[in-house]
C-alpha cells in the first residue's frame, strides 16, 4: 500500500508540474498500474482520485479510451466510473453505462432520469436491469428506448412498469411484438396487449405463446364471437374495447390523458365506456351526451369530470358530424365550457347518478348546468 501511495503521489507532482501531453501519459501509467495490479478497496480508491483528477484534464476522444478500458474491469474505481458515466459525451458515458459492474442501481436511476435518451438506450442494453431502474426507462425513454429494454430479457420490470410498457405498445407493433414475447410478462396484461395489437401481430404471438393464447381464446374470443353470433360484427370490437377499459379502471390508470388518448384516436366505444366508468352514468346516456347536437349535457360531464379544455375539445371532435367544426363552433363552445360551475355540473351529474340507481330510464327534467 505504502509503494502504490509513493507511486501515486509521483503521479501527482507529474500531473501539477506537466503539461497536458505529460498529463495523459500520467493518465495511462496510471491505468496501467491498476489493470496490471491487484489491489484493495482502499488502494483502488487511491488510483481513482488520481485518475478521476487526469480525466479532467484530457479530451473527449482520451475520456472515451479510458471508458472503454475500464468498463469491464470489475475492479475499476467507483468514482471514476461515475464521473465517466454522467459525462455529457455518449461516447464516454456510453461503455460504462452499458457493462460496468461498478454503477449500482441509485447511480442509474439518477443518469436514467437526468441524461440524455442515448445515455438511457445504452443503459437499457445492460446485461440485467433492476425494476427500479426499468421502470424510469418506460417512463422517461423514447421508442427507441422502450423497445431495446422490453428485448432485453436480463431486465426485470415491476407491475406499473410492465403496464406503462403494454400502454406504449398500444400503438407501436414492434414494441408489442417484442414485450408479448417476454416470458415474464403477466398473463392479465399480455391479453391486454393482444387485445390492441394489430391482426399480424397477434397471430404471430398467438403461434409463439400457445399457452397464454388457449386460456384467452377460451375465456375472451370465444365469448366475443357469441356476441358475434347473436348481435352481428360490431359487439367484438365493443367486447374488446369494454374490457381493455374496464382493466385500466380496476388498475387506477383511467385518467383524464387517458380518455383524451382515446377521443384523439376516434376510438369511440373506448371513450363511451371510458367516460361511463368514470361518471357512473349508463353508457347509453353517455352516447347521447357524445352525439347530442346540443352539446351541454357533454359540457357538463367533462366540467364535472374536472377535464381540461383541449380534453373537451378532444370529445366535442369526436361527437362531430365527419369529426369536422368551425372556427366560430368552437369558440362559443369554450366560452360556454369557461363559464360552467363545476359545483353546479357536479350536482346534475349526482342527479343522473341517482336517476340510475333508481332503476328509472330517460334523462328528462334534468337541472341546467349553471355558469358561474
Known sequence: MNETKSVLRDLEDAIARGTADSRERALWHATDLL?????????????GEVIGRLADEIEVEARAKLAD??????????????????????????????????????????????KSQAHLLAIAERKSLSPEVTDVLARRGD????????????????GSGFLHMVKRAENDSILAEHLGRRLDIPRHLFQQLIAKA??????????ERPELMGEIESSVANIAGDLQSKFGPGSRNYFVAKRTVTIQHRLGNLQESTIAGYAT????????????????????????????????MLLMLAKALGFSWDTMMALAFLGAREHKMTAGELDDLERDYIRLHTQTSRSVLEFYQTRKNAGKSGVKHAPRAVAH
Open 35 to 47: 489493470l496490471a495490479g491487484r489491489y484493495c478497496e482502499e488502494e483502488i480508491s487511491t488510483f
Open 69 to 114: 478500458r475500464l468498463a469491464r474491469i470489475e475492479y475499476s474505481p467507483a468514482s471514476v466510473i461515475r464521473k465517466l458515466a454522467f459525462d455529457d459525451e455518449i461516447w464516454v458515458a456510453g461503455p460504462v453505462l452499458r457493462e460496468s459492474e461498478r454503477l449500482d442501481d441509485a447511480a442509474l436511476v439518477e443518469n436514467a432520469s437526468t
Open 143 to 158: 421508442r427507441e428506448v422502450a423497445t431495446a429494454v422490453a428485448r432485453n430479457h436480463g431486465a426485470q420490470f415491476s
Open 198 to 207: 394489430s391482426d399480424d401481430v397477434g397471430k404471430r404471438l398467438a403461434s
Open 265 to 296: 384516436a376516434h376510438k369511440v366505444d373506448e371513450v363511451t365506456i371510458g367516460l361511463s366508468l368514470l361518471s357512473g352514468l349508463p353508457v347509453d346516456v353517455v352516447d347521447r351526451a357524445l352525439f347530442d347536437r346540443n352539446r351541454e
